[in-house]
Structure formats: structure tokens, C-alpha cells
């Protein structure tokens, strides 16, 4: 069974930074492309990011780019996605989620789902 675990989550200070992290088992990294997506009190689920197999190629939402950055250590099977400059508009429950094949991932359907995680900004 594949199964995704976030952790690092928690509040923060306005302008601070945040590193969440993403546990894979069932599948290898390099099979599997992985992506961050968020979902605030009242509002749909968006894409936050994302790192395909193959390649590596990366992909960001604009309201996050220059931000946040995504990046894999495949010895823990690991996929991490790091936060800076945190602002009152990116508060929310964050969900690592993986793709197969996953030699595309924006825009993609995911099949597997990490538990989500909560990221409060706050003085």
C-alpha cells in the first residue's frame, strides 16, 4: 500500500519560513512524481507545486513562486517542500500527493493522498 506522511507543520511568524516534509512508502521516488497542494477555511483545494520523475522539472503556482521550492532526497525517500516569506494568505491545510507515471505532474489527476497538514501564520 502506498502511503504519504506530512510532517513540519505549526505556526509561524508573518515573513518567517517553514520546511515541510514528505515520507513515501509503497513506491521509490524515482517512479513517482510528487506535488504540494494547500487548502485554506472555505476555499477549494489549489496546486501549490511540483516535481516530476524523469527530468526533475518543477512547477509552481504564481502566487508561491520565488517562495516556496521543492526538492527530494531519494536515500529517505523523502520529498520536502520549503517555505519562505510566509504571508497571511498562505494559512491552510498543506497535502503531499504522489502521480504515476509522473512524467507530468501540473495539472494532472494524483492517485494517492497524504493525511494534510496544518500551517498557521501568525504573530
Known amino acids: 500500500q502506498v502511503q504519504l506522511v506530512e510532517s513540519g507543520g505549526g505556526l509561524v511568524q508573518p515573513g518567517g519560513s517553514l520546511r515541510l516534509s514528505c515520507v513515501v512508502s509503497g513506491r521509490t521516488l524515482d517512479s513517482t512524481g510528487i506535488g504540494w497542494f494547500r487548502q485554506a477555511p472555505g476555499k477549494g483545494r489549489e496546486g501549490v507545486g511540483c516535481?516530476?520523475?524523469?527530468?526533475?522539472?518543477?512547477y509552481y503556482a504564481d502566487a508561491v513562486k520565488d517562495r516556496f521550492s521543492i526538492s527530494r532526497d531519494t536515500s529517505k525517500n523523502t520529498a520536502y517542500l520549503h517555505m519562505t516569506n510566509l504571508n497571511p494568505e498562505d494559512p491552510g491545510v498543506y497535502y503531499c500527493a504522489g502521480i504515476t507515471p509522473g512524467y507530468v505532474c501540473w495539472g494532472y489527476e494524483y492517485q494517492h493522498w497524504g493525511q494534510g497538514i496544518q500551517v498557521t501564520v501568525s504573530n
Open positions: 516535481i516530476t520523475t524523469g527530468d526533475g522539472s518543477r
